[in-house]
């Protein structure tokens, strides 16, 4: 529910999640500064979705042309020490 909410930045979904969090501290299963510390970090994600333009025109062609993955060279192992 976390990344879902944080995703859209809708602010209904942010409250149903952050309501969620506060019961969770009520009852025990997570620590009260916990719950705070979460809600803090999810508005921050919701307010940054929300201003952010929609992720089709942020891509540029350079990150298109560099999406294949690519192999990496084999790393050599340093030879062992005689002892």
């Known amino acids: 529910m ?3 909410a944080a995703s859209v930045g809708d602010a209904a979904v ?3 999640v952050e309501g969620q969090f506060d019961k969770a ?3 025990g299963i997570i ?3 916990k719950a705070a510390r979460k809600k803090s ?3 921050r994600a919701a307010r940054k979705a929300a201003q952010a333009p ?3 025109a942020v ?3 350079t990150a298109a042309a560099t999406s294949e993955p690519t192999a990496k060279p084999a790393r ?3 030879p062992a020490k005689a002892k």
């Open 76 to 78: 050599k192992r340093a």
């Open 31 to 33: 620590h009260p500064n």
């Open 2 to 4: 976390y990344k879902k």
């Open 54 to 56: 929609p992720k089709a």
């Open 14 to 16: 942010v409250s149903r």
């Open 41 to 43: 970090r999810l508005a």
């Open 25 to 27: 501290a009520q009852k």
């Open 59 to 61: 891509k540029s062609k």
